[in-house]
Protein backbone atom coordinates (compact mmCIF):
# COMPACT_ATOMS: atom_id res chain seq x y z
CA UNK A 1 0.00 0.00 0.00
CA UNK A 2 1.28 3.35 -1.02
CA UNK A 3 -0.40 5.04 2.29
CA UNK A 4 1.39 5.38 5.41
CA UNK A 5 -0.77 3.93 7.45
CA UNK A 6 1.72 1.31 9.64
CA UNK A 7 0.99 3.41 13.01
CA UNK A 8 -2.45 2.38 12.49
CA UNK A 9 -3.56 -0.55 15.24
CA UNK A 10 -4.79 -3.72 13.30
CA UNK A 11 -8.14 -5.26 15.06
CA UNK A 12 -8.28 -8.89 13.34
CA UNK A 13 -11.16 -11.33 13.69
CA UNK A 14 -13.07 -8.59 16.52
CA UNK A 15 -16.21 -10.38 17.99
CA UNK A 16 -19.08 -10.03 21.00
CA UNK A 17 -20.96 -12.59 22.46
CA UNK A 18 -24.14 -10.91 20.57
CA UNK A 19 -22.57 -10.66 16.76
CA UNK A 20 -23.41 -12.94 13.87
CA UNK A 21 -19.71 -14.15 13.09
CA UNK A 22 -16.57 -11.56 12.99
CA UNK A 23 -15.56 -8.43 11.72
CA UNK A 24 -12.24 -9.66 9.59
CA UNK A 25 -10.59 -6.51 10.46
CA UNK A 26 -10.96 -3.42 11.93
CA UNK A 27 -8.63 -0.52 11.80
CA UNK A 28 -8.04 1.56 14.40
CA UNK A 29 -6.49 5.20 14.26
CA UNK A 30 -6.89 9.19 13.87
CA UNK A 31 -9.28 10.68 11.51
CA UNK A 32 -6.99 12.85 9.46
CA UNK A 33 -9.28 15.84 9.13
CA UNK A 34 -10.73 16.03 12.86
CA UNK A 35 -8.42 14.61 14.74
CA UNK A 36 -11.07 12.28 16.43
CA UNK A 37 -11.35 8.48 16.70
CA UNK A 38 -11.83 6.70 13.31
CA UNK A 39 -12.44 3.26 12.50
CA UNK A 40 -12.87 1.57 9.24
CA UNK A 41 -14.53 -2.46 9.48
CA UNK A 42 -13.64 -4.09 6.77
CA UNK A 43 -14.90 -7.62 5.11
CA UNK A 44 -12.38 -9.53 3.41
CA UNK A 45 -13.86 -12.06 0.70
CA UNK A 46 -12.56 -14.24 -1.70
CA UNK A 47 -15.26 -14.78 -4.04
CA UNK A 48 -14.72 -14.40 -7.78
CA UNK A 49 -17.99 -14.44 -8.73
CA UNK A 50 -21.49 -13.71 -7.34
CA UNK A 51 -25.06 -13.62 -8.57
CA UNK A 52 -27.78 -11.73 -6.86
CA UNK A 53 -31.23 -12.95 -6.11
CA UNK A 54 -34.23 -10.87 -8.58
CA UNK A 55 -36.28 -11.51 -5.70
CA UNK A 56 -34.09 -10.27 -2.73
CA UNK A 57 -30.93 -7.77 -3.02
CA UNK A 58 -29.30 -8.87 -0.65
CA UNK A 59 -29.24 -12.68 -1.17
CA UNK A 60 -25.96 -13.59 -3.60
CA UNK A 61 -24.75 -16.75 -4.86
CA UNK A 62 -21.43 -16.90 -4.29
CA UNK A 63 -21.08 -20.40 -5.44
CA UNK A 64 -21.75 -21.50 -1.62
CA UNK A 65 -24.11 -24.38 -0.91
CA UNK A 66 -26.49 -21.35 0.23
CA UNK A 67 -27.18 -17.95 0.05
CA UNK A 68 -25.04 -15.58 1.42
CA UNK A 69 -25.42 -11.65 2.64
CA UNK A 70 -24.68 -9.25 0.23
CA UNK A 71 -21.17 -8.27 1.93
CA UNK A 72 -21.63 -4.32 1.41
CA UNK A 73 -24.62 -4.80 3.66
CA UNK A 74 -22.83 -7.32 5.98
CA UNK A 75 -20.43 -4.60 6.95
CA UNK A 76 -23.41 -1.70 6.58
CA UNK A 77 -25.10 -3.71 9.69
CA UNK A 78 -21.29 -4.61 11.81
CA UNK A 79 -21.32 -0.73 11.80
CA UNK A 80 -24.36 -0.38 12.66
CA UNK A 81 -24.13 -2.80 15.30
CA UNK A 82 -21.33 -1.44 16.79
CA UNK A 83 -23.02 1.72 17.06
CA UNK A 84 -25.41 0.59 18.82
CA UNK A 85 -23.50 -1.19 21.44
CA UNK A 86 -20.05 0.30 22.09
CA UNK A 87 -19.84 3.54 24.09
CA UNK A 88 -17.51 5.13 22.25
CA UNK A 89 -19.38 5.00 18.99
CA UNK A 90 -22.97 5.16 20.54
CA UNK A 91 -24.91 8.55 18.87
CA UNK A 92 -21.30 9.25 17.43
CA UNK A 93 -21.59 6.96 13.95
CA UNK A 94 -19.07 9.54 11.50
CA UNK A 95 -16.49 7.92 13.70
CA UNK A 96 -16.53 4.16 11.95
CA UNK A 97 -16.75 3.42 8.48
CA UNK A 98 -17.09 0.11 6.23
CA UNK A 99 -15.84 -1.40 2.86
CA UNK A 100 -16.13 -4.98 1.65
CA UNK A 101 -12.53 -5.96 -0.34
CA UNK A 102 -13.06 -8.47 -2.92
CA UNK A 103 -9.67 -9.40 -3.20
CA UNK A 104 -9.75 -11.66 -6.38
CA UNK A 105 -12.64 -10.60 -8.03
CA UNK A 106 -13.04 -8.23 -10.88
CA UNK A 107 -15.84 -6.95 -13.50
CA UNK A 108 -17.59 -10.64 -12.92
CA UNK A 109 -19.12 -9.07 -9.54
CA UNK A 110 -20.05 -5.07 -11.05
CA UNK A 111 -23.65 -6.75 -10.02
CA UNK A 112 -22.78 -6.31 -6.36
CA UNK A 113 -22.37 -2.60 -7.06
CA UNK A 114 -25.84 -2.16 -7.52
CA UNK A 115 -27.17 -2.26 -4.02
CA UNK A 116 -26.34 1.12 -2.49
CA UNK A 117 -23.65 2.00 -0.65
CA UNK A 118 -22.87 4.56 2.70
CA UNK A 119 -20.48 5.37 4.88
CA UNK A 120 -21.03 2.07 6.57
CA UNK A 121 -20.42 0.14 3.57
CA UNK A 122 -19.64 0.29 0.46
CA UNK A 123 -17.50 -2.19 -2.17
CA UNK A 124 -13.99 -2.50 -3.81
CA UNK A 125 -12.81 -5.30 -6.16
CA UNK A 126 -9.11 -6.00 -7.29
CA UNK A 127 -9.32 -3.59 -10.01
CA UNK A 128 -10.23 -0.99 -7.65
CA UNK A 129 -7.39 -1.28 -5.07
CA UNK A 130 -6.51 2.67 -6.07
CA UNK A 131 -9.67 4.06 -4.66
CA UNK A 132 -9.53 1.46 -1.80
CA UNK A 133 -6.53 3.29 -0.56
CA UNK A 134 -7.99 6.55 -1.09
CA UNK A 135 -11.68 5.52 0.75
CA UNK A 136 -8.92 4.77 3.70
CA UNK A 137 -6.47 7.76 3.16
CA UNK A 138 -10.21 9.67 4.33
CA UNK A 139 -10.65 7.89 6.86
CA UNK A 140 -6.89 7.44 8.93
CA UNK A 141 -4.22 9.79 9.26
CA UNK A 142 -1.23 8.70 7.60
CA UNK A 143 1.73 8.32 10.30
CA UNK A 144 -0.30 8.93 13.24
CA UNK A 145 -0.38 6.34 15.88
CA UNK A 146 -4.00 4.23 16.47
CA UNK A 147 -2.79 2.82 20.05
CA UNK A 148 -5.45 5.17 21.27
CA UNK A 149 -8.12 4.86 19.47
CA UNK A 150 -7.76 0.83 19.70
CA UNK A 151 -7.17 0.98 23.79
CA UNK A 152 -10.54 3.35 23.62
CA UNK A 153 -12.20 0.84 21.82
CA UNK A 154 -11.15 -2.68 23.38
CA UNK A 155 -12.18 -0.86 26.70
CA UNK A 156 -15.53 0.09 25.71
CA UNK A 157 -18.76 0.10 27.79
CA UNK A 158 -21.20 -2.07 26.31
CA UNK A 159 -24.87 -1.19 25.60
CA UNK A 160 -26.98 -4.00 26.63
CA UNK A 161 -29.04 -5.19 23.69
CA UNK A 162 -32.75 -4.43 24.65
CA UNK A 163 -35.15 -7.06 26.25
CA UNK A 164 -37.73 -8.25 24.00
CA UNK A 165 -40.56 -6.33 25.55
CA UNK A 166 -38.58 -2.99 25.32
CA UNK A 167 -37.87 -4.05 22.11
CA UNK A 168 -41.59 -4.11 20.88
CA UNK A 169 -42.25 -0.21 22.55
CA UNK A 170 -39.78 1.28 20.47
CA UNK A 171 -41.56 -0.12 17.21
CA UNK A 172 -42.72 3.92 16.49
CA UNK A 173 -39.04 4.90 16.24
CA UNK A 174 -37.65 6.07 13.04
CA UNK A 175 -34.49 4.34 14.04
CA UNK A 176 -33.62 0.78 14.05
CA UNK A 177 -33.69 -1.00 17.65
CA UNK A 178 -31.68 -3.75 16.34
CA UNK A 179 -29.22 -4.28 13.62
CA UNK A 180 -29.85 -7.09 11.76
CA UNK A 181 -26.69 -9.33 10.64
CA UNK A 182 -26.53 -12.40 8.22
CA UNK A 183 -29.41 -14.71 8.25
CA UNK A 184 -31.59 -11.98 10.08
CA UNK A 185 -30.80 -9.75 7.26
CA UNK A 186 -31.79 -12.15 4.47
CA UNK A 187 -35.13 -12.94 6.48
CA UNK A 188 -36.21 -9.21 6.34
CA UNK A 189 -35.37 -8.85 3.12
CA UNK A 190 -37.02 -11.57 2.08
CA UNK A 191 -40.05 -10.40 3.93
CA UNK A 192 -39.68 -6.95 3.27
CA UNK A 193 -39.39 -7.02 -1.05
CA UNK A 194 -42.60 -10.12 -1.01
CA UNK A 195 -44.32 -6.65 0.71
CA UNK A 196 -42.87 -4.18 -1.87
CA UNK A 197 -44.19 -6.30 -4.70
CA UNK A 198 -47.63 -6.77 -3.45
CA UNK A 199 -50.13 -9.42 -4.14
CA UNK A 200 -52.16 -8.91 -7.09
CA UNK A 201 -53.73 -11.83 -6.74
CA UNK A 202 -52.50 -13.16 -10.26
CA UNK A 203 -49.26 -14.80 -8.68
CA UNK A 204 -49.14 -17.83 -5.68
CA UNK A 205 -48.85 -16.18 -2.64
CA UNK A 206 -45.57 -16.64 -0.34
CA UNK A 207 -45.83 -17.89 2.77
CA UNK A 208 -42.54 -16.94 4.73
CA UNK A 209 -41.34 -19.18 7.63
CA UNK A 210 -38.42 -18.42 9.66
CA UNK A 211 -37.00 -21.03 11.74
CA UNK A 212 -34.62 -21.09 14.90
CA UNK A 213 -33.87 -21.79 18.22
CA UNK A 214 -34.44 -19.97 21.56
CA UNK A 215 -32.00 -16.49 21.04
CA UNK A 216 -31.46 -17.05 17.07
CA UNK A 217 -32.81 -13.77 16.43
CA UNK A 218 -36.62 -13.75 16.00
CA UNK A 219 -37.49 -11.11 18.03
CA UNK A 220 -35.22 -9.12 16.53
CA UNK A 221 -36.39 -9.57 13.16
CA UNK A 222 -39.96 -9.43 13.89
CA UNK A 223 -39.63 -6.02 15.69
CA UNK A 224 -37.84 -4.84 12.69
CA UNK A 225 -40.85 -5.77 10.28
CA UNK A 226 -43.53 -3.93 12.55
CA UNK A 227 -40.98 -0.96 13.14
CA UNK A 228 -39.92 -0.09 9.13
CA UNK A 229 -43.62 -1.54 7.62
CA UNK A 230 -45.37 0.78 10.18
CA UNK A 231 -42.86 3.63 9.54
CA UNK A 232 -44.53 3.41 5.76
CA UNK A 233 -47.32 3.45 6.81
CA UNK A 234 -48.57 0.01 5.81
CA UNK A 235 -51.32 -2.62 7.53
CA UNK A 236 -48.84 -4.98 9.65
CA UNK A 237 -50.38 -7.00 12.92
CA UNK A 238 -48.41 -8.78 15.02
CA UNK A 239 -49.93 -12.26 16.44
CA UNK A 240 -49.34 -14.89 18.68
CA UNK A 241 -50.22 -17.88 21.07
CA UNK A 242 -49.62 -16.56 24.13
CA UNK A 243 -51.48 -14.11 26.80
CA UNK A 244 -48.75 -13.32 28.72
CA UNK A 245 -46.87 -12.27 25.83
CA UNK A 246 -49.59 -10.09 24.11
CA UNK A 247 -50.56 -8.75 27.37
CA UNK A 248 -47.26 -7.68 27.82
CA UNK A 249 -46.77 -6.15 24.35
CA UNK A 250 -50.30 -4.32 24.97
CA UNK A 251 -48.95 -2.95 27.76
CA UNK A 252 -45.69 -1.58 26.70
CA UNK A 253 -47.51 0.04 23.70
CA UNK A 254 -49.51 2.12 26.50
CA UNK A 255 -46.67 3.02 28.52
CA UNK A 256 -44.46 3.95 25.44
CA UNK A 257 -47.09 6.46 24.50
CA UNK A 258 -46.72 10.35 25.60
CA UNK A 259 -49.11 11.88 28.44
CA UNK A 260 -52.80 12.42 26.85
CA UNK A 261 -52.86 9.66 24.28
CA UNK A 262 -52.82 6.48 26.24
CA UNK A 263 -56.01 5.72 25.95
CA UNK A 264 -55.48 6.09 21.86
CA UNK A 265 -52.46 3.75 22.43
CA UNK A 266 -54.49 1.22 24.43
CA UNK A 267 -57.48 1.09 21.38
CA UNK A 268 -54.45 0.84 18.71
CA UNK A 269 -52.62 -2.34 20.52
CA UNK A 270 -55.51 -4.52 20.66
CA UNK A 271 -55.49 -4.21 16.57
CA UNK A 272 -51.65 -3.86 16.51
CA UNK A 273 -50.81 -7.61 18.45
CA UNK A 274 -54.10 -10.18 18.59
CA UNK A 275 -54.16 -13.82 19.20
CA UNK A 276 -53.77 -16.75 17.11
CA UNK A 277 -57.44 -17.66 17.43
CA UNK A 278 -58.78 -14.09 16.34
CA UNK A 279 -58.38 -14.29 12.55
CA UNK A 280 -60.62 -16.82 11.00
CA UNK A 281 -63.35 -14.44 10.77
CA UNK A 282 -61.19 -12.24 8.33
CA UNK A 283 -62.00 -11.95 5.08
CA UNK A 284 -59.16 -13.29 2.87
CA UNK A 285 -56.21 -11.27 2.45
CA UNK A 286 -57.82 -8.38 4.43
CA UNK A 287 -54.56 -7.41 6.17
CA UNK A 288 -51.30 -6.24 4.10
CA UNK A 289 -48.68 -8.15 6.57
CA UNK A 290 -49.26 -10.71 9.45
CA UNK A 291 -46.55 -11.26 11.96
CA UNK A 292 -46.80 -14.62 13.53
CA UNK A 293 -44.58 -14.88 16.41
CA UNK A 294 -44.04 -18.31 18.54
CA UNK A 295 -45.75 -19.53 15.51
CA UNK A 296 -44.67 -23.17 17.18
CA UNK A 297 -48.13 -22.54 19.83
CA UNK A 298 -50.22 -22.25 16.77
CA UNK A 299 -53.16 -25.28 17.60
CA UNK A 300 -54.92 -27.17 15.04
CA UNK A 301 -58.31 -25.54 15.29
CA UNK A 302 -59.24 -21.67 16.72
CA UNK A 303 -61.34 -22.34 20.10
CA UNK A 304 -61.92 -19.75 22.74
CA UNK A 305 -65.20 -17.47 23.72
CA UNK A 306 -63.78 -14.78 20.67
CA UNK A 307 -64.36 -17.33 18.05
CA UNK A 308 -67.83 -17.04 16.53
CA UNK A 309 -69.71 -19.99 15.89
CA UNK A 310 -70.34 -19.52 12.19
CA UNK A 311 -66.13 -19.78 12.16
CA UNK A 312 -65.88 -23.01 14.26
CA UNK A 313 -68.47 -24.44 11.89
CA UNK A 314 -66.18 -23.73 9.02
CA UNK A 315 -63.64 -26.52 10.60
CA UNK A 316 -60.74 -24.81 8.99
CA UNK A 317 -57.10 -25.56 10.99
CA UNK A 318 -56.10 -22.48 12.51
CA UNK A 319 -53.12 -21.94 10.18
CA UNK A 320 -54.98 -21.79 7.20
CA UNK A 321 -56.68 -18.91 8.99
CA UNK A 322 -53.45 -16.88 9.47
CA UNK A 323 -52.40 -17.70 6.01
CA UNK A 324 -55.75 -16.76 4.01
CA UNK A 325 -56.00 -13.62 6.29
CA UNK A 326 -52.93 -11.56 4.56
CA UNK A 327 -51.43 -11.04 1.72
CA UNK A 328 -47.87 -11.55 3.36
CA UNK A 329 -48.24 -13.91 6.05
CA UNK A 330 -44.79 -14.44 7.99
CA UNK A 331 -44.41 -17.12 10.81
CA UNK A 332 -41.56 -17.38 13.18
CA UNK A 333 -40.88 -20.40 15.53
CA UNK A 334 -38.68 -22.92 16.96
CA UNK A 335 -39.94 -26.42 16.30
CA UNK A 336 -38.15 -27.30 19.73
CA UNK A 337 -41.20 -25.19 21.96
CA UNK A 338 -44.50 -26.47 21.52
CA UNK A 339 -46.02 -27.80 24.70
CA UNK A 340 -49.61 -28.90 24.27
CA UNK A 341 -50.58 -31.91 22.26
CA UNK A 342 -52.72 -29.81 20.02
CA UNK A 343 -49.65 -27.19 19.10
CA UNK A 344 -49.22 -28.35 15.48
CA UNK A 345 -46.82 -25.27 14.56
CA UNK A 346 -43.62 -26.58 12.86
CA UNK A 347 -41.90 -25.65 9.79
CA UNK A 348 -43.15 -29.12 7.87
CA UNK A 349 -46.72 -28.31 9.01
CA UNK A 350 -47.07 -24.76 8.13
CA UNK A 351 -45.43 -25.34 4.62
CA UNK A 352 -47.63 -28.13 4.24
CA UNK A 353 -50.65 -26.12 4.83
CA UNK A 354 -49.40 -23.34 2.41
CA UNK A 355 -48.86 -25.57 -0.34
CA UNK A 356 -52.37 -26.96 0.57
CA UNK A 357 -54.05 -23.56 0.03
CA UNK A 358 -51.76 -22.71 -3.21
CA UNK A 359 -49.00 -21.13 -1.61
CA UNK A 360 -45.64 -20.86 -1.84
CA UNK A 361 -43.57 -21.51 1.32
CA UNK A 362 -40.47 -20.20 1.92
CA UNK A 363 -38.38 -21.28 4.45
CA UNK A 364 -35.67 -19.98 6.06
CA UNK A 365 -33.78 -21.07 8.46
CA UNK A 366 -31.30 -19.23 11.56
CA UNK A 367 -28.45 -20.56 13.12
CA UNK A 368 -27.11 -17.92 15.14
CA UNK A 369 -27.19 -17.29 18.97
CA UNK A 370 -27.70 -14.01 20.46
CA UNK A 371 -28.78 -15.20 23.96
CA UNK A 372 -26.72 -16.87 26.52
CA UNK A 373 -24.08 -14.47 25.69
CA UNK A 374 -24.05 -15.88 22.78
CA UNK A 375 -23.25 -19.35 23.45
CA UNK A 376 -24.07 -21.94 20.67
CA UNK A 377 -22.03 -24.28 22.58
CA UNK A 378 -24.93 -24.02 25.47
CA UNK A 379 -27.86 -24.31 23.03
CA UNK A 380 -26.25 -27.74 21.59
CA UNK A 381 -25.57 -28.82 25.34
CA UNK A 382 -29.06 -28.18 26.48
CA UNK A 383 -30.61 -30.07 23.57
CA UNK A 384 -28.08 -32.86 24.24
CA UNK A 385 -28.62 -32.66 28.19
CA UNK A 386 -33.12 -33.43 27.59
CA UNK A 387 -32.41 -36.14 24.63
CA UNK A 388 -33.64 -33.75 21.79
CA UNK A 389 -30.95 -34.76 19.64
CA UNK A 390 -29.00 -37.84 18.98
CA UNK A 391 -26.14 -37.17 20.57
CA UNK A 392 -26.07 -38.29 23.93
CA UNK A 393 -25.81 -35.79 27.56
CA UNK A 394 -22.33 -34.89 28.27
CA UNK A 395 -20.77 -32.61 31.08
CA UNK A 396 -20.88 -28.66 30.64
CA UNK A 397 -17.63 -27.32 29.84
CA UNK A 398 -17.37 -23.12 30.06
CA UNK A 399 -16.76 -22.13 27.31
CA UNK A 400 -16.62 -18.37 28.88
CA UNK A 401 -19.73 -17.32 27.29
CA UNK A 402 -22.32 -17.82 29.69
CA UNK A 403 -22.40 -19.59 33.23
CA UNK A 404 -24.11 -22.71 34.40
CA UNK A 405 -24.37 -23.49 37.45
CA UNK A 406 -26.06 -26.41 39.91
CA UNK A 407 -27.94 -25.54 43.58
CA UNK A 408 -28.38 -28.02 46.00
CA UNK A 409 -31.32 -27.14 47.41
CA UNK A 410 -34.11 -24.49 46.82
CA UNK A 411 -32.68 -22.52 49.13
CA UNK A 412 -29.77 -22.08 47.88
CA UNK A 413 -30.95 -20.99 44.07
CA UNK A 414 -32.99 -18.40 45.44
CA UNK A 415 -30.68 -17.15 47.33
CA UNK A 416 -28.04 -17.31 44.60
CA UNK A 417 -30.03 -15.27 42.58
CA UNK A 418 -31.32 -12.71 45.16
CA UNK A 419 -27.55 -11.63 45.16
CA UNK A 420 -26.92 -10.99 41.60
CA UNK A 421 -30.30 -8.95 42.05
CA UNK A 422 -28.57 -7.09 44.80
CA UNK A 423 -24.89 -6.44 43.98
CA UNK A 424 -25.51 -6.67 39.56
CA UNK A 425 -29.19 -5.35 39.46
CA UNK A 426 -29.41 -8.17 37.52
CA UNK A 427 -32.96 -9.30 35.84
CA UNK A 428 -33.36 -12.41 37.42
CA UNK A 429 -36.53 -15.46 38.03
CA UNK A 430 -37.20 -18.95 39.17
CA UNK A 431 -39.15 -21.29 36.93
CA UNK A 432 -40.15 -25.19 37.36
CA UNK A 433 -41.25 -28.09 35.71
CA UNK A 434 -45.34 -28.21 36.13
CA UNK A 435 -44.98 -30.83 38.77
CA UNK A 436 -47.47 -28.61 41.31
CA UNK A 437 -50.85 -28.11 41.02
CA UNK A 438 -51.92 -24.39 40.64
CA UNK A 439 -54.85 -23.69 42.85
CA UNK A 440 -57.46 -21.37 43.16
CA UNK A 441 -56.60 -18.31 45.92
CA UNK A 442 -58.48 -19.59 48.91
CA UNK A 443 -60.77 -16.45 50.11
CA UNK A 444 -58.28 -14.47 48.18
CA UNK A 445 -55.07 -15.74 50.26
CA UNK A 446 -52.41 -16.96 47.49
CA UNK A 447 -51.27 -20.54 47.76
CA UNK A 448 -48.12 -21.63 48.05
CA UNK A 449 -48.51 -24.97 45.50
CA UNK A 450 -44.70 -25.21 45.27
CA UNK A 451 -43.20 -27.69 48.18
CA UNK A 452 -39.74 -28.59 48.26
CA UNK A 453 -39.08 -29.86 52.18
CA UNK A 454 -39.72 -26.91 54.22
CA UNK A 455 -38.76 -24.27 51.73
CA UNK A 456 -42.76 -23.15 49.79
CA UNK A 457 -43.80 -20.97 47.11
CA UNK A 458 -46.28 -19.36 45.37
CA UNK A 459 -46.63 -19.94 41.74
CA UNK A 460 -47.13 -17.04 39.77
CA UNK A 461 -50.36 -15.37 40.43
CA UNK A 462 -53.42 -16.34 38.35
CA UNK A 463 -54.92 -13.43 36.15
CA UNK A 464 -57.02 -10.94 37.97
CA UNK A 465 -55.77 -12.03 41.50
CA UNK A 466 -55.09 -8.39 43.20
CA UNK A 467 -52.36 -8.22 45.73
CA UNK A 468 -50.01 -5.72 46.84
CA UNK A 469 -46.87 -8.72 47.26
CA UNK A 470 -47.30 -9.84 43.41
CA UNK A 471 -48.21 -9.05 39.65
CA UNK A 472 -50.96 -10.81 37.93
CA UNK A 473 -49.87 -13.62 35.51
CA UNK A 474 -48.99 -11.63 32.28
CA UNK A 475 -46.62 -9.32 34.27
CA UNK A 476 -45.05 -11.52 36.39
CA UNK A 477 -41.92 -11.73 33.56
CA UNK A 478 -41.90 -7.77 33.88
CA UNK A 479 -42.97 -7.22 37.20
CA UNK A 480 -40.33 -6.83 39.92
CA UNK A 481 -42.67 -8.04 42.69
CA UNK A 482 -42.46 -11.14 40.20
CA UNK A 483 -39.09 -12.84 41.85
CA UNK A 484 -41.30 -13.51 44.80
CA UNK A 485 -43.47 -16.22 42.59
CA UNK A 486 -42.32 -19.54 40.44
CA UNK A 487 -43.28 -19.20 36.87
CA UNK A 488 -44.46 -21.68 34.89
CA UNK A 489 -43.78 -22.74 31.36
CA UNK A 490 -46.62 -20.56 29.78
CA UNK A 491 -45.75 -17.39 31.93
CA UNK A 492 -41.96 -17.73 30.62
CA UNK A 493 -42.20 -18.80 27.11
CA UNK A 494 -41.56 -15.61 25.42
CA UNK A 495 -39.40 -13.98 28.12
CA UNK A 496 -35.88 -13.72 28.84
CA UNK A 497 -33.84 -12.53 32.09
CA UNK A 498 -30.09 -11.99 33.21
CA UNK A 499 -30.43 -14.81 35.18
CA UNK A 500 -32.57 -17.99 35.09
CA UNK A 501 -33.02 -20.19 38.00
CA UNK A 502 -34.63 -23.87 36.78
CA UNK A 503 -36.16 -26.15 39.27
CA UNK A 504 -36.40 -29.67 37.76
CA UNK A 505 -39.56 -31.58 38.68
CA UNK A 506 -40.36 -35.53 39.13
CA UNK A 507 -41.96 -35.08 35.89
CA UNK A 508 -38.34 -34.97 34.48
CA UNK A 509 -35.50 -37.79 35.88
CA UNK A 510 -32.55 -38.83 35.48
CA UNK A 511 -32.57 -43.17 35.09
CA UNK A 512 -29.70 -45.36 33.86
CA UNK A 513 -27.75 -42.32 31.85
CA UNK A 514 -29.80 -40.27 30.43
CA UNK A 515 -33.45 -37.88 31.26
CA UNK A 516 -36.95 -39.86 31.13
CA UNK A 517 -40.22 -38.56 31.30
CA UNK A 518 -42.78 -39.64 34.22
CA UNK A 519 -46.00 -37.97 32.91
CA UNK A 520 -48.05 -39.18 36.03
CA UNK A 521 -45.96 -36.29 37.54
CA UNK A 522 -47.37 -33.53 35.33
CA UNK A 523 -49.85 -31.07 36.45
CA UNK A 524 -50.34 -29.49 33.35
CA UNK A 525 -54.21 -30.57 32.34
CA UNK A 526 -53.66 -30.85 28.82
CA UNK A 527 -50.59 -34.08 28.97
CA UNK A 528 -52.49 -35.37 31.63
CA UNK A 529 -55.52 -36.25 29.69
CA UNK A 530 -56.16 -39.88 29.15
CA UNK A 531 -56.23 -39.13 25.01
CA UNK A 532 -52.96 -37.49 25.33
CA UNK A 533 -50.48 -39.71 22.77
CA UNK A 534 -47.39 -40.86 25.20
CA UNK A 535 -45.04 -39.81 22.72
CA UNK A 536 -46.43 -36.58 22.50
CA UNK A 537 -46.04 -36.33 26.26
CA UNK A 538 -42.68 -37.20 26.40
CA UNK A 539 -41.64 -34.47 23.92
CA UNK A 540 -43.74 -31.65 25.33
CA UNK A 541 -42.03 -32.18 28.38
CA UNK A 542 -38.72 -32.13 27.19
CA UNK A 543 -39.70 -28.93 25.46
CA UNK A 544 -41.31 -27.22 28.05
CA UNK A 545 -37.51 -27.62 30.24
CA UNK A 546 -35.51 -26.48 27.49
CA UNK A 547 -37.74 -23.26 26.85
CA UNK A 548 -36.89 -22.82 30.61
CA UNK A 549 -32.66 -23.70 30.41
CA UNK A 550 -32.75 -21.41 27.46
CA UNK A 551 -34.27 -18.13 29.36
CA UNK A 552 -30.94 -16.85 30.66
CA UNK A 553 -28.72 -14.01 29.21
CA UNK A 554 -25.92 -14.44 31.64
CA UNK A 555 -26.16 -17.65 33.29
CA UNK A 556 -28.50 -20.81 34.48
CA UNK A 557 -29.02 -21.89 37.92
CA UNK A 558 -30.58 -25.70 37.90
CA UNK A 559 -32.03 -27.43 40.89
CA UNK A 560 -33.73 -30.96 40.78
CA UNK A 561 -35.35 -32.56 43.89
CA UNK A 562 -35.23 -35.89 42.92
CA UNK A 563 -31.90 -37.58 44.57
CA UNK A 564 -30.29 -39.57 41.71
CA UNK A 565 -30.99 -36.45 39.39
CA UNK A 566 -28.94 -34.58 41.70
CA UNK A 567 -26.31 -37.19 41.61
CA UNK A 568 -26.32 -37.54 37.78
CA UNK A 569 -25.95 -33.11 37.62
CA UNK A 570 -23.33 -33.55 39.65
CA UNK A 571 -21.52 -34.44 37.04
CA UNK A 572 -22.73 -32.67 33.93
CA UNK A 573 -23.07 -29.57 35.74
CA UNK A 574 -19.31 -28.65 37.41
CA UNK A 575 -19.97 -25.24 38.51
CA UNK A 576 -22.31 -24.76 41.50
CA UNK A 577 -23.35 -21.62 43.59
CA UNK A 578 -20.80 -21.94 46.10
CA UNK A 579 -18.30 -21.34 43.09
CA UNK A 580 -16.03 -17.51 43.49
CA UNK A 581 -18.43 -14.58 41.77
CA UNK A 582 -18.27 -14.30 38.39
CA UNK A 583 -17.10 -11.80 36.51
CA UNK A 584 -19.61 -8.90 35.88
CA UNK A 585 -19.92 -7.46 32.74
CA UNK A 586 -19.50 -4.09 31.75
CA UNK A 587 -22.55 -3.00 30.62
CA UNK A 588 -24.83 0.74 30.43
CA UNK A 589 -28.00 0.42 29.47
CA UNK A 590 -29.52 2.06 26.84
CA UNK A 591 -32.57 3.32 26.97
CA UNK A 592 -32.75 5.13 23.29
CA UNK A 593 -31.01 4.05 20.04
CA UNK A 594 -28.83 6.31 18.75
CA UNK A 595 -29.52 8.86 16.03
CA UNK A 596 -28.76 8.53 12.51
Not at 44 to 59: H, I, S, T
Not at 110 to 125: A, E, K, N
Not at 504 to 522: A, H, M
Request: hydrophobic fraction near 40%.
Amino acid sequence: MKRDLGSVEVLIEYTRPDMAGEADVILAGEHPVTGDLSYVVIELKQWRKAVVDPDNAVAVDAGFSKWKLHPVRQVQRYCEFLVHHLAPLHGQPDRIAGAALLHNARSEVDVLFDLQSSDHGRLFTVDRMDLFENFLATRLAAAKSGSRAADVFLAADQYEPPSSIEAFSRVGDPHPVFALQKEQELAFQEVYETVLRGHNGTGRKKVVIIQGGPGSGKTAIAVELLRTLKQEGRQVVHASGSRSFTKNLRAAAVDAAPRGKKGLADKQSRQDYRYFQQFGKLPENSLQVLICDEAHRVRLKSNGRDVPAWVKALDRPQADELILAAEVPVFLLDDWQSLRPDEVGSAEYLAQRARFLGCDPVVIPLSGMFRAAGSTEYREWVAQLLGLTVASPRTWKSDGRVDVRLAESPQELESFLEERIRNEGAHARITAGFCWEWEEPAEGEVRFEVQIGDWHRAWNAREGVKSPDMPETSQWATDPRGFGQIGCIYTAQNFEFDWAGVIIGPDLVWRDDRFVVNPSETHDSPLKAKSADPAVVDRRVRNAYHVLLTRGRQGTVVYSEDAETRDALRRLIPGTVADQPIRVRKIRRAKRPPTA
